[in-house]
């Protein structure tokens, strides 16, 4: 079983549409979580922490469930330039300087006219 | 926004030639991060570091190696580049105590 799992996507929806992508983490101690935005081509690039509170950006709304192990990022009203790889990210509990930072596979969003 | 560098941004090369892939960053982030991305495809860890003289390999197993003799400079080394090298190699930093990754803008790699 991977570390991070994210649905396998792609997500392909109409310009206006609330999508949401799901990730699961398979370590309980896991200390961070960020979901990342990769263009085609490009680096990823940080689109929002998360919290165990949740937080909100705009139209962008990401929640963590520690207890299912479970976080979201739901993208309200898409709009074209919304569409790009949603990668979820985890860091472990860091304690030993040789943990590293878990990328999940990244979810596919084309968002249509 | 992070100070991480990564040249050339892109290499042509014919078969068998040595590379040096260079990532270089001015935070003082002790840990590195090399990933080696296809197009469409997930990002795969090929090598990381968690500060001076400490390298690990990564979850994918590669041919390249790194080394890590300045906290600023985490070079990626090819010995004799073959066409199943072509890719694209994304060098990240992270700072200790699991804050987010950052990227350079990464070495898109074409083998002849």
């Known amino acids: 079983r991977k570390e991070v799992e994210q649905d396998p996507g792609p997500f392909n929806v109409p310009e206006g549409a609330t999508v949401a992508f799901n990730c699961t983490y398979s370590?309980?101690?896991?200390?961070?979580f960020f979901w990342y935005r990769q263009d085609c081509r490009k680096e990823p690039k940080l689109l929002m922490s998360v919290y165990s509170s949740g937080n909100e950006d705009g139209r962008f709304t990401a929640q963590l469930n520690r207890a299912s192990q479970y976080i979201s990022l739901l993208i309200r009203d898409s709009k074209l330039s919304d569409s790009a790889t949603y990668l979820c990210?985890?860091?472990?509990?860091?304690?030993?300087?040789?943990?590293?930072?878990?990328f999940g596979p990244g979810t596919s969003l084309s968002v249509i006219p | 926004e992070a100070d991480i560098y990564q040249t050339p941004r892109y290499l042509v090369i014919g078969t068998g030639k040595k590379i040096t892939l260079e990532c270089s960053q001015t935070m003082g982030h002790d840990k590195m991060y090399w990933y080696q991305q296809d197009p469409g495809m997930e990002l795969h860890l090929i090598h990381y570091?968690?500060?001076?003289?400490?390298?690990e390999k990564g979850d994918l197993s590669s041919e390249s190696t790194v080394s890590r003799i300045r906290t600023e400079h985490f070079p990626l080394t090819l010995e004799s580049a073959r066409p199943s090298h072509t890719s694209q190699y994304l060098c990240?930093?992270?700072?200790?105590?699991?804050?987010?990754?950052?990227f350079g803008q990464g070495t898109r790699l074409t083998v002849v």
């Open positions: 370590n309980s101690a896991s200390q961070s």
């Open positions: 570091s968690y500060g001076v003289n400490s390298t």
């Open positions: 990210v985890v860091t472990p509990p860091m304690k030993t300087s040789y943990d590293k930072v878990i």
């Open positions: 990240a930093t992270q700072r200790q105590g699991g804050t987010e990754a950052f």
